[in-house]
């Protein structure tokens, strides 16, 4: 079986909560091996998308394929959509690995117990293999020295760093992250964000939610950028970002400039 | 007060913290079912859990007492006076201990399980490894208030032909015409037993902390 081209095929997603509609007819490829990141404003959809694509919220129509696998649900030759069962929800699904804003890092379990859980729990491995591995997931996002530490112990990007490498230790082909630096200081951000720019240059597949501007521009290979639920451009920084530039993307990377969005809009 | 006498208070305190302590074990054990049955997403296993949850906390202890052995020989069961106390106290520390108990799984946030999904951990795996270890932690301080409160009101359960703490205390006021100083020592016994309960809660939680919620 040949890999198909994208890690991520989005067809005619919506999604509607009651009556209101937040994500219209998506249609996006996701391209392997590089990031893309998702920008917009608050209630663009960007969050929405990301979650329907981890399968956490359940898209009202429309179908998603994980490396040409469904998940979630699955079109048939007739056109109907049909629910797949549980367990290949979690087989295709353990393909990817989710980084959360506010880290989700279980409070009960020291750094390497978060790490090494799904080792064990799932994957059954025994606590000294786990804990290897795990330790080599730690020494990646530079935290090893804090393995027995608690979360509460730990800054809020040391325990960003934990989720990410709770996230590799199951070695996803996707990573996905839901605005991972939005709940950190300035000064935190920044070693999250590097743990993220290595991991791009290793080549892992990563969608990345983010207002920080700045790292879309330098490290996502494509830039989405959703408005009113909608996929409003889709291209490389380069074509996005230079002029002529879409006016509302204008109007949006105005209201970022302290995120790095100033460099974007300078008159080169 | 002879040696002798103080004697019989303290096998009486001894009566009192094995059947508080039995009763605290066996309604967190019931308490655990009935939180899973309300928690449940099946009416049938919810309903009679609000039921029972209801009524152990509706009506007072002292009339479900009188209830419990006045009903066991109704039905044909001849049970001694401390089988009917426990099971009396048991159910009615259960429904208290179920409501703690659900307090503390509704508290463990969503985004914790949605990190256990995503990684995937099935529910039973994320019942076992993640919700339970966190809300049983949430829970410590209303176990704790819950003991004491159980340890006191034991005293109601002389009703039903039990000798514990309270009741000794009254014999040997009637016998020996020193209400006062019987009554003083039941008191400053049933605060020393408290103030150990107490002192446990504060060690379990001060050895959980580390592990809290952020």
Same mark, same amino acid.
């Given at each position: 079986?040949?890999?198909?081209?994208?890690?991520?095929?989005?067809?005619?997603?919506?999604?509607?909560?009651?009556?209101?509609?937040?994500?219209?007819?998506?249609?996006?490829?996701?391209?392997?091996?590089?990031?893309?990141?998702?920008?917009?404003?608050?209630?663009?959809?960007?969050?929405?998308?990301?979650?329907?694509?981890?399968?956490?919220?359940?898209?009202?129509?429309?179908?998603?394929?994980?490396?040409?696998?469904?998940?979630?649900?699955?079109?048939?030759?007739?056109?109907?959509?049909v629910r797949v069962p549980a367990h290949q929800i979690r087989r295709v699904r353990s393909g990817i690995g989710m980084v959360f804003q506010q880290f989700n890092l279980w409070p009960h379990?020291?750094?390497?117990?978060?790490?090494?859980?799904?080792?064990?729990?799932?994957?059954?491995?025994?606590?000294?293999?786990?804990?290897?591995?795990?330790?080599?997931?730690?020494?990646?996002?530079?935290?090893?020295?804090?393995?027995?530490?608690?979360?509460?112990?730990?800054?809020?990007?040391?325990?960003?760093?934990?989720?990410?490498?709770?996230?590799?230790?199951?070695?996803?082909?996707?990573?996905?992250?839901? !605005?991972?630096? @939005?709940?950190?200081?300035?000064?935190?951000?920044?070693?999250? &964000?590097?743990?993220?720019? $290595?991991? /791009? #240059?290793?080549?892992?597949?990563?969608?990345?939610?983010?207002?920080?501007?700045?790292?879309?521009?330098?490290?996502?290979?494509?830039?989405?950028?959703?408005?009113?639920?909608?996929?409003?451009?889709?291209?490389?920084?380069? !074509?996005?970002? @230079?002029?002529?530039?879409?006016?509302?993307?204008?109007?949006? &990377?105005?209201?970022?400039? $302290?995120? /790095? #969005?100033?460099?974007?809009?300078?008159?080169? | 007060?002879?040696?002798?006498?103080?004697?019989?208070?303290?096998?009486?305190?001894?009566?009192?913290?094995?059947?508080?302590?039995?009763?605290?074990?066996?309604?967190?054990?019931?308490?655990?079912?009935?939180?899973?049955?309300?928690?449940?997403?099946?009416?049938?296993?919810?309903?009679?859990?609000?039921?029972?949850?209801?009524f152990f906390r509706g009506v007072p202890l002292l009339v479900q007492l009188l209830l419990i052995y006045n009903l066991l020989p109704a039905i044909g069961l001849t049970v001694p006076s401390?089988?009917?106390?426990?099971?009396?106290?048991?159910?009615?520390?259960?429904?208290?201990?179920?409501?703690?108990?659900?307090?503390g799984f509704t508290s463990v946030p969503r985004g914790l399980l949605e990190a256990a999904d995503m990684v995937g951990l099935s529910p039973w795996q994320q019942f076992r490894r993640i919700?339970?270890?966190?809300?049983?932690?949430?829970?410590?301080?209303?176990?704790?208030?819950?003991?004491?409160?159980?340890?006191?009101?034991?005293?109601?359960?002389?009703?039903?032909?039990?000798?514990?703490?309270?009741?000794?205390?009254?014999?040997?006021?009637?016998?020996?015409?020193?209400?006062?100083?019987?009554?003083?020592?039941?008191?400053?016994?049933?605060?020393?037993?408290?103030?150990?309960?107490?002192?446990?809660?504060?060690?379990?939680?001060?050895?959980?902390?580390?592990?809290?919620?952020?």
């Amino acid at each position: 079986m040949t890999l198909p081209s994208s890690a991520i095929a989005i067809r005619g997603l919506c999604k509607s909560y009651g009556k209101a509609e937040v994500l219209h007819d998506i249609d996006l490829e996701i391209a392997r091996g590089a990031t893309t990141c998702l920008i917009g404003p608050s209630g663009s959809g960007k969050s929405t998308l990301l979650r329907c694509i981890a399968f956490l919220e359940e898209a009202t129509r429309g179908t998603i394929l994980i490396n040409g696998q469904p998940l979630g649900f699955e079109e048939q030759p007739d056109g109907k959509r049909v629910r797949v069962p549980a367990h290949q929800i979690r087989r295709v699904r353990s393909g990817i690995g989710m980084v959360f804003q506010q880290f989700n890092l279980w409070p009960h379990m020291t750094a390497l117990g978060n790490v090494t859980e799904a080792l064990v729990t799932v994957n059954g491995l025994s606590r000294a293999e786990a804990e290897a591995r795990g330790m080599a997931q730690l020494r990646r996002v530079g935290l090893e020295a804090r393995a027995r530490h608690y979360p509460s112990e730990l800054s809020g990007g040391q325990q960003q760093r934990v989720a990410i490498a709770r996230a590799l230790a199951l070695e996803p082909k996707i990573l996905l992250f839901d !605005e991972p630096t @939005a709940s950190l200081d300035p000064e935190l951000t920044g070693e999250v &964000l590097n743990v993220m720019r $290595d991991l /791009g #240059a290793d080549g892992m597949t990563m969608v990345v939610v983010t207002h920080e501007i700045g790292f879309a521009a330098t490290v996502g290979r494509r830039i989405v950028f959703l408005d009113h639920g909608r996929v409003l451009l889709n291209g490389t920084p380069g !074509e996005l970002f @230079a002029a002529p530039r879409h006016p509302r993307l204008t109007q949006f &990377l105005e209201t970022y400039l $302290d995120r /790095g #969005a100033a460099m974007l809009l300078k008159p080169a | 007060m002879t040696p002798r006498l103080f004697e019989l208070m303290l096998k009486a305190a001894g009566t009192t913290v094995v059947i508080s302590v039995a009763s605290i074990g066996i309604g967190l054990l019931i308490g655990i079912l009935v939180c899973a049955a309300r928690l449940s997403p099946r009416p049938w296993l919810r309903w009679p859990a609000g039921l029972f949850v209801s009524f152990f906390r509706g009506v007072p202890l002292l009339v479900q007492l009188l209830l419990i052995y006045n009903l066991l020989p109704a039905i044909g069961l001849t049970v001694p006076s401390v089988v009917a106390a426990l099971i009396g106290l048991s159910l009615c520390t259960a429904a208290y201990q179920a409501e703690n108990l659900r307090g503390g799984f509704t508290s463990v946030p969503r985004g914790l399980l949605e990190a256990a999904d995503m990684v995937g951990l099935s529910p039973w795996q994320q019942f076992r490894r993640i919700r339970a270890p966190i809300a049983l932690r949430l829970t410590v301080p209303a176990l704790v208030n819950e003991a004491i409160l159980i340890l006191k009101a034991s005293s109601l359960i002389s009703v039903v032909g039990v000798i514990e703490l309270t009741r000794t205390a009254q014999n040997l006021a009637a016998s020996t015409y020193e209400p006062l100083l019987f009554y003083a020592v039941a008191g400053g016994l049933y605060l020393a037993i408290n103030w150990l309960v107490a002192a446990g809660g504060s060690l379990a939680e001060r050895a959980l902390r580390r592990g809290r919620l952020a």
